[in-house]
């Protein structure tokens, strides 16, 4: 069972009193069979619930600034009619009280609490967004994280992990992105893919024809769901774990990477598509950061005197986070140069920034 909340707002260019408001509001509640309780604000205007028969919750709040503000709580099977029309009684009555007072009438859509598909998701800094989702198409724990996938009528199926969305089957502009946007040549190079496991970046790769591409990812458990659910993105790439110019190691890349250095074995072109850049201000502290510079560190380590480092920044707003990272590349082993893309992505909702790194 799901809840329907309903929303509608009155702005006004002056406080209004209660006792001349709210009277002609009560028989339209006490149509639809609903009880008044008043609450006390402290001097703060008028606070009433009204609960009904069939389980319907409303919120009138006549604010002592100048708002207006109606809540009503329904289930999800209710009859739409028959909220619709007490929402229509309630603007069109408060239309008339309010007349010469209203700066800004908003009504939203109903928001839908405890549904079994999640639709609300947010952005980077905190909006809320509401997606199209209208089927859990799998979800299971791994050792490292939830993964669930969620069809998107508009998107496709969706990989979110730790309810972060992180790709939809739309989002081929972000793949391309990370691997430069056309502006490199892959045809017989040794490429390093950190993370990936939705498969897309190496889908594409394979078709430029490298020499040799290895992957590594540490849960199976996301290769084999993307491999199974999110083909729109992968194609047939995941089916196996080898192919003629590929290989995919489910690992972790830390001691991978370490084990490379010590090697001296080094890469054309290293991706890493492991995790966004963190949005804390607090980048001698924070955990995410501290793995980000040593993936950062041990990546140009392992990458060619002539090679690159592409990688996914966040959000275009979140200057401050991107401003921090680009400190960082400064305190690398080695110096280097970088330039920066601002790609939409579809299903992000908000522009993004993607980074090209080489060795100076």
Request: negative net charge; aromatic residues 8%; charged residues 25%.
């Amino acid at each position: 069972m799901a809840l329907r909340h309903y929303t509608l707002d009155f702005k006004l260019s002056a406080a209004v009193d209660s006792s001349s408001t709210v009277p002609d509001l009560l028989s339209i509640f006490h149509e639809q069979e609903m009880t008044e309780t008043v609450h006390e604000t402290n001097g703060h205007g008028y606070l009433g619930t009204f609960v009904g028969k069939n389980g319907w919750l409303a919120i009138l709040r006549v604010h002592s600034h100048g708002l207006v503000t109606v809540d009503l709580q329904c289930y999800e099977e209710d009859d739409f009619a028959q909220v619709d029309n007490l929402l229509n009684a309630l603007e069109s009555k408060l239309k008339v009280i309010l007349n010469g007072n209203i700066t800004r009438i908003k009504r939203l859509p109903a928001l839908v609490r405890g549904a079994e598909v999640d639709r609300y998701w947010p952005t980077t800094d905190n909006r809320l967004v509401e997606y199209d989702m209208d089927q859990l198409v799998y979800e299971e724990d791994s050792a490292f994280q939830n993964i669930k996938i969620l069809h998107s009528q508009q998107y496709g199926n969706a990989l979110i992990l730790d309810n972060d969305l992180n790709l939809a089957e739309s989002d081929l502009a972000y793949t391309l992105a990370i691997m430069g946007s056309g502006r490199e040549n892959y045809t017989g190079k040794e490429v390093l893919i950190l993370g990936g496991g939705d498969g897309g970046i190496l889908s594409e790769m394979v078709k430029q024809k490298p020499k040799m591409v290895t992957m590594l990812d540490i849960s199976f458990k996301v290769i084999d769901a993307c491999k199974k659910y999110m083909r729109g993105t992968c194609g047939n790439i995941l089916d196996n774990l080898k192919g003629d110019c590929y290989q995919i190691l489910v690992e972790d890349c830390v001691p991978v990477l370490k084990k490379y250095v010590q090697e001296g074995k080094t890469f054309d072109y290293v991706i890493n598509d492991l995790t966004a850049i963190p949005i804390s201000m607090e980048p001698e502290e924070d955990s995410t950061w501290e793995f980000l510079r040593l993936i950062l560190d041990l990546s140009i380590k392992v990458l060619h005197p002539s090679g690159k480092y592409l990688t996914q920044g966040n959000a275009e707003n979140m200057t401050e986070s991107l401003g921090l990272y680009e400190e960082q590349l400064g305190r690398l082993s080695c110096p280097v140069g970088f330039s920066k893309e601002v790609v939409c992505v579809p299903s992000y909702l908000e522009q993004w920034v993607f980074y090209s790194v080489w060795k100076k």
